[in-house]
């Protein structure tokens, strides 16, 4: 059995609709049939009782008719009931008087049959079997009557079928406008919440816009209980916005900043002592890479989360064309493969850093050829670079993402691409792998969890 915080959890996650509609069935599931049961048995004790009154007012036309004739020694009734039933053999409606003795008297309808009685003064309404298995709502009581030494006991009993039949009838008509009710309730409540919830989904429809970059606010026409909401989550927003851009400038302020004082300085550390130069040049360039590195990671848009979508042929092909132009001056055959049609949500200048910094690293160690694949599978961008270079070990390509680490000592370059790239590769929560290619060299494949949107060439 599941503990309470696991039920609590989940009940807490239900949606608004979820328990508005749940909240509705336990009416229409509990309310309805509880109502539906007091009706019927408020309707059956009635119509119960209007048809006791009935047997009660024929009871009373009874005892105001009967006699007893002393000449004949027996009991008279010349009442007529005004119901032609009470003289047709077994019709189902029945009157009878007796004291019990040598002195009875029925209706016709009652023929050789007797009802039963039981004694008492007061009125007595009950159900009884009569002739032929019938069931019968009887009416009896006890009345003197002279010259008669025992009570006369008179019954009148009437077949109750069509008081059955009219108390099923009631129940079939009330138990079907229940249900009629029930589905028109929920019918109801569940256009209500849909019409209801509809500026919830219309905002959450926003917020994805919002996410992916269509849009830089969300929209506040909506009720007055939610616009108060997107006003200040739109002020959340603009903020955030305002400090990422000013964080941004300030770093490459911070960087620029720094370039002079640099530059003077390794001014200065050519003047010093031959063996102190190695030193200074040694720290100088640590605070070269790190300002590098700073400036690349605060430029970066990251995650693409509210990045508009770009055309990633538009925001290579220039860079691409001029790394072409840089390959065929080393003498190196650079083969591209880049869609036309291809849209990523990335930021232009991420998508140029993480493709150029590849790049370049394989130009520097190519001796011949260098392949760039960029293709989509799903919603992931894949991009592989592979070069016909020396390659690297497992403990190499470990090393080569560590900022500032370079390889080859003797190369050109400050050892920051490949951490560079792979900075930006986890700030869009993408994988980065580093492996021999099939041309022999490095194999560079980062899948980017990117939405990729493709529309047709209009060429």
């Given at each position: ?7 609590q ?129 009887l ?17 009148v ?13 009631f ?5 079907g ?21 509809a ?10 816009e ?16 939610l ?42 550390a ?45 925001a ?90 370079r390889?080859?000592e ?25 492996e ?24």
């Amino acid at each position: 059995m599941m503990p309470w915080p696991y039920w609590q959890g989940r009940i807490a996650r239900r949606s608004i609709a979820s328990r508005l509609l749940v909240a509705t069935l336990v009416i229409v599931i509990v309310g309805l049939p509880l109502a539906g049961f007091l009706l019927s048995h408020h309707y059956r004790e009635s119509a119960t009782q209007a048809f006791d009154d009935r047997l009660e007012a024929l009871l009373n036309v009874v005892i105001a008719g009967v006699a007893f004739d002393r000449v004949e020694q027996r009991l008279i009734f010349d009442r007529d009931l005004g119901d032609p039933r009470f003289d047709q053999v077994y019709s189902g409606w029945y009157w009878q008087m007796t004291d019990g003795q040598q002195h009875t008297l029925t209706s016709r309808s009652l023929w050789d049959q007797r009802l039963p009685t039981h004694d008492g003064n007061t009125l007595i309404a009950r159900t009884v079997n009569g002739p032929r298995a019938s069931s019968l709502r009887l009416v009896e009581r006890d009345i003197q009557l002279a010259p008669l030494d025992q009570p006369l006991h008179i019954s009148v009993a009437a077949e109750d079928q069509a008081l059955i039949d009219n108390v099923h009838q009631f129940q079939q008509w009330l138990w079907g406008g229940l249900v009629g009710l029930g589905t028109l309730l929920l019918t109801v409540l569940a256009l209500q919440i849909r019409w209801g919830l509809a500026p919830l989904r219309r905002m959450r429809a926003n917020l994805r816009e919002v996410e992916n970059g269509e849009a830089k606010q969300l929209d506040t026409r909506l009720p007055d209980e939610l616009a108060g909401l997107a006003t200040t989550m739109n002020a959340v927003l603009a903020r955030d916005q305002r400090l990422i851009e000013r964080g941004r400038h300030a770093a490459g302020n911070l960087a620029h900043a720094l370039k002079t004082p640099l530059s003077v300085m390794r001014l200065l550390a050519r003047q010093a002592p031959a063996e102190q130069q190695s030193a200074w040049e040694a720290e100088l360039t640590r605070i070269d890479s790190a300002v590098r590195h700073h400036l690349a990671r605060a430029s970066a848009a990251g995650e693409g989360g509210r990045v508009a979508p770009v055309s990633l042929n538009e925001a290579l092909a220039p860079l691409i064309n001029g790394l072409a132009r840089l390959a065929q001056r080393r003498d190196i055959h650079l083969e591209h493969t880049l869609p036309r049609d291809m849209q990523a949500h990335m930021d232009a200048q991420d998508a140029q850093e993480i493709v150029g910094n590849i790049l370049d690293n394989a130009l520097r160690w190519a001796k011949g050829e260098v392949i760039l694949t960029l293709e989509a599978h799903g919603e992931h961008l894949q991009l592989c670079v592979s070069d016909d270079g020396p390659g690297m070990s497992p403990a190499d390509c470990q090393a080569a993402l560590q900022r500032g680490k370079r390889l080859d000592e003797k190369r050109s370059g400050s050892g920051l691409g490949l951490s560079i790239v792979a900075d930006l590769v986890a700030l869009y929560r993408g994988d980065m792998q580093l492996e021999r290619a099939a041309l022999g060299g490095l194999a560079v494949t980062i899948t980017l969890p990117v939405v990729v949107i493709r529309r047709p060439d209009r060429r």
